[in-house]
């Protein structure tokens, strides 16, 4: 089944909107041909650039993902930023669960479902993030952790798989993210695979058709052999998503065509 590729660019707590609008205008002319490209691509910045960014996409091809959500549309929540606000900014994709949310700010499986089922409520679309930590891995339970984040995160979606095509799911194991260890295509691949199977057993056919992206240290030197993996879409992508140079190499490696 093809699935258009799809690399997006976390940019974490990095940039101010001056610099993010700097860092957008870098990118778009580090990928001239990025409309003809074959490869769908957004960034991430933090909550307070958003309009500075989309101010510098202006009609340019690249969407806007946010970095995270709260999954009420409104209310007494100080700090916090709803789907249709979101929307409103001109986001397209959030990213839900990320392992620096799930680790550093609490975020369950409970809450990245609620986090998911807003975002598909509000008619943007969720990149799921999954991963286990190094322990999970080494004590052998990698596919265990993914399988129950997965499911977590899209058990509000129904057997008629209503929303489940505006669902990107990235892989990212956390023992790779910003570590600058990555994960072999190997072993990207065959969790990758499982989560295809997963996916497909739930929904079918439209389980089939979801992103898969990988995510953790991808890198110039690496993307091209990640993204050469059957199950493998694309890439999440922090540290070098900040350098546009490094970020059109790898969209570059997940383009057939021109990018
Ligand atoms: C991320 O933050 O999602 C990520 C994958 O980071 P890095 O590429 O820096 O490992």
Redesign the pocket.
């Given at each position: 089944m093809a699935r258009r590729p799809f690399v997006c660019g976390?940019w974490?707590m990095h940039g101010t909107p001056s610099e993010a609008r700097k860092l957008v205008r870098q990118i778009l002319d580090a990928l001239p041909n990025l409309s003809e490209s074959t490869t769908e691509v957004a960034v991430a910045p933090a909550a307070c650039a958003l309009d500075a960014a989309r101010e510098a996409i202006a009609d340019g091809p690249l969407a806007l993902a946010a970095q995270n959500v709260h999954p009420d549309p409104s209310g007494a929540f100080t700090g916090e930023i709803s789907v249709p606000m979101l929307a409103d900014l001109g986001v397209r994709y959030v990213i839900v669960g990320?392992s620096?949310r799930r680790s550093l700010f609490g975020d369950s499986d409970a809450l990245v479902r609620a986090k998911v089922d807003a975002v598909l409520a509000g008619g943007l679309s969720a990149i799921l993030?999954v991963g286990e930590s190094l322990r999970e891995r080494d004590g052998g339970f990698t596919l265990n952790v993914v399988r129950r984040q997965l499911a977590a995160g899209l058990e509000g979606i129904g057997r008629s798989g209503a929303g489940l095509d505006r669902v990107v799911v990235?892989y990212?194991p956390v023992w790779?993210?910003?570590?600058g260890r990555t994960a072999t295509p190997e072993q990207a691949q065959e969790v990758h695979a499982d989560i295809r199977a997963q996916l497909a057993e739930r929904w079918g056919d439209p389980g089939l058709a979801v992103r898969l992206q990988y995510?953790?240290?991808?890198k110039p030197s690496n993307a091209a052999d990640l993204f050469a993996q059957p199950d493998v879409d694309g890439g999440?992508?922090?540290?070098?998503?900040l350098k546009a140079s490094d970020f059109a190499q790898i969209v570059a490696a997940a383009s057939p065509g021109p990018a």
């Open positions: 976390n974490k990320h620096e993030c990235a990212e790779a993210i910003g570590t995510g953790g240290s991808v999440l992508v922090g540290g070098a998503s």
